[in-house]
């Protein structure tokens, strides 16, 4: 089975700076024949439901800011927060879809 | 614009069975998969499995596997997603969300419902 992983667990940033989370998949989620991984970015903020900020590692969803950026490929995937805002302040997940949908455990974004 | 809006909040005694309806408006509800997911107080989100609304057929994830039922109403678009024999560990949040269309490839939850709390307690 695929294990996900995020680090860090949490981190404290100034508005303004930027915010990096990386999430790892323990096996590739890049499909080869249409060279799409197949991992989103979700945010919650408290008593919300997640939603969508990413998806295909990279495709920013319709309507999040552009501040919001997804990399990676294969195993090692990040989400990158530039000029990080005050409404930013959630718990953000990485989620493959490449087997059975399968979450990280979240990274808590604070401010510092 | 697309909406998953799901049943109240419940409270069950451990051994029982619960039920969340989701009722999805905004687009053809049989055209995309299903999906439930569950956070339990302060952890993370967890699968429990998927539903095809146009014929019914579903995959669980292993944990839920012999527990879990997921149905739909297609006449009044709603889904369905009922858990058995109840025990305190079962005291979370559970979120609907839409997932891929139907005869697509695996993607990612475009739309989520608002939660339903159930508490498992004595």
């Known amino acids: 089975d695929i294990v996900m992983t995020q680090s860090p667990d949490s981190l404290a940033v100034s508005l303004g700076e930027r915010a990096t989370i990386n999430c790892k998949s323990s096996q590739s989620v890049l499909y080869n024949s249409n060279n799409k991984n197949y991992l989103a970015w979700y945010q919650q903020k408290p008593g919300q439901p997640p939603k969508v900020l990413i998806y295909?590692?990279?495709t920013r969803q319709s309507g999040v800011p552009d501040r919001f950026s997804g990399s990676g490929s294969g195993t090692d995937f990040t989400l990158t927060i530039n000029s990080l805002q005050a409404e930013d302040v959630a718990v953000y997940y990485c989620?493959?879809?490449?087997?059975?949908?399968?979450f990280g455990p979240g990274t808590k974004v604070e401010i510092k | 614009q697309v909406q998953l809006v799901q049943s109240g909040a419940e409270v069950k005694k451990p051994g029982a069975s619960v039920q969340v309806s989701c009722k999805a408006s905004?687009?053809?509800?049989?055209?995309?998969?299903i999906n439930w997911v569950r956070q339990a107080p302060g952890q993370g989100l967890e699968w429990m499995g998927w539903m095809n609304p146009n014929n019914g057929n579903t995959g669980y994830s292993q944990k839920f596997q012999g527990r879990v039922t997921m149905t739909r109403t297609t006449s009044i678009s709603t889904a369905y997603m009922e858990l058995s024999s109840l025990r305190s560990e079962d005291t979370a949040v559970y979120y609907c969300?839409?997932?891929?269309?139907?005869?697509?490839?695996?993607?990612?939850?475009?739309?989520w419902g608002q939660g339903t709390l159930v508490t498992v307690s004595s």
């Open positions: 295909w590692a990279s």
């Open positions: 905004g687009y053809t509800f049989t055209s995309y998969d």
């Open positions: 969300a839409r997932g891929k269309i139907v005869t697509g490839t695996p993607t990612h939850f475009d739309y």
């Open positions: 989620q493959q879809y490449y087997t059975s949908p399968l």
